[in-house]
């Protein structure tokens, strides 16, 4: 393995960050990785297995845990953020202070702030002082944290202001088994992956009530309709949405029995609370607090978004999943396209 003399920190160290840290530091980087449980900073760097959130994995020696977050940071012109979106914010705080100027931040959380509906660059655009000159791009797509440590031929998109600064970071992440493409339309894929993580839960809903193949079809591509709708409102190119960040992981995260979400869903369709399926998760399902947010966003833009108000109300409101799949399928009937023939 090629040594790089590029040092990366990684800000979180749950099944994701911990993944994409193991990534860079195959590819020869030395990463240092932020963990937010003291234990388990000493547990990886002893067993070089991160026990908590991606058991089961040898992890590179390369790494570097620790639970000292000015550490992890100071003097790195590369940063990945990974943490959760409900403490991005905080997390975002404690590092401002000790980052270097224009560094890059790679930002590979998917949710929208409760409290401002903000995405999570755009908190950094919120906190961020600009003589910092530090750039934000996006990570997503498709891509299963336990997949990508198998290296399983996956496929991302990173999404940047700025076609240099993509272009940087997509060499960075790109290997053999996680291509990596760029795109300029940050808004889009930044939302798109937030989004889908609420029809993702709709999606296992409608399988734990045991509807068929259509029903699921029709959740995901009625789904693709309401992201679409909202992002572009928000500014996105609607293309976004047919690309990796859009259908490639709504189809993963809705279908994929890996994902987080899809199973807090297939669990509330069988008849659990989301108390009781809360209380045996120590992994993030972000659709659960996205939905809030996507509710309040709707509700503020004007924009029609049924599917994600159903599921608001069965999160939120104990709404009977059952009677919001009839109430859905009730609506007025409507066109499919919502812009003329040309
Ligand atoms: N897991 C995946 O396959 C995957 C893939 C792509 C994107 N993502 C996104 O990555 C983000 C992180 O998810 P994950 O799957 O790595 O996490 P996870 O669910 O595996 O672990 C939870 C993480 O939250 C951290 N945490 C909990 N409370 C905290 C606090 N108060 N302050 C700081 N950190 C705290 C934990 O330390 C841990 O790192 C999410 O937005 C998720 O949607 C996940
Ligand atoms: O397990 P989920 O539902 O959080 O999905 C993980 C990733 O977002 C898939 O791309």
């Known amino acids: 393995m090629r040594h790089i003399e590029e040092h990366i920190g990684v800000i979180g160290a749950g099944s994701w960050g911990t993944t ?17 449980e003291k234990d388990l900073a000493e547990t990886i760097q002893k067993t070089k297995e991160n026990t908590l959130y991606l058991p089961g994995f040898s ?8 639970g000292n977050i000015e550490e992890v940071i100071r003097h790195r012109s590369l940063l990945v953020m990974v ?36 995405t999570m660059s755009g908190i950094w655009k919120e906190i961020l ?45 790109h290997t053999p088994y ?31 009530l045991g509807y068929g193949l259509n029903t699921r079809a029709a959740l995901i591509t009625r789904g693709l309709a309401e992201i679409t709708r909202l992002g572009v409102r928000m500014g996105a190119h609607p293309l976004t949405f047919a690309g990796l960040s859009g259908i490639g992981d709504l189809l993963l995260t809705c ?21 009781e399926i809360l209380a045996d998760m120590r992994m993030v399902a972000e659709g659960i607090r996205t939905c809030t947010s996507v509710y309040e966003l709707a509700k503020k833009l004007h ?11 069965i999160l939120h409101e104990n709404k009977n999943p059952r009677q919001a799949v009839w109430d859905l399928m009730e609506r007025d009937l409507k066109s499919e396209l919502e812009f003329p023939l040309p």
């Open 83 to 118: 943490v959760p979106s409900h403490v991005y914010r905080s997390v975002a705080l404690q590092m401002v202070p000790h980052l270097q100027e224009n560094a890059v931040i790679v930002s590979a959380t998917k949710g929208i702030e409760n409290e401002t509906l903000l």
């Open 129 to 173: 002082p600009e003589s910092l000159g530090i750039r934000v791009v996006t990570l997503a797509g498709p891509s299963f944290a336990r997949e990508v440590m198998q290296k399983t031929p996956t496929a991302v998109t990173v999404a940047a202001e700025d076609r240099e600064t993509a272009r940087k970071v997509q060499h960075v992440f």
């Open 303 to 313: 924009v029609d978004m049924p599917i994600c108000e159903q599921m608001y109300q």
């Open 20 to 36: 994409l840290a193991h990534l860079l530091a195959e590819k020869g980087f030395s990463v240092s990785l932020w963990v937010y």
């Open 178 to 208: 996680f291509r990596v493409y760029t795109s300029p339309d940050k808004v889009g894929v930044e939302l798109a992956g937030a989004l889908k993580n609420v029809i993702a839960i709709a999606a296992g809903v409608c399988d734990g």
């Open 255 to 275: 279908t994929g029995d890996l994902s987080r979400n899809r199973t807090v869903g297939f669990r509330l369709g069988r008849g659990e609370t989301l108390q």
């Open 59 to 66: 992890l590179s020696e390369r790494i570097m845990p620790s």
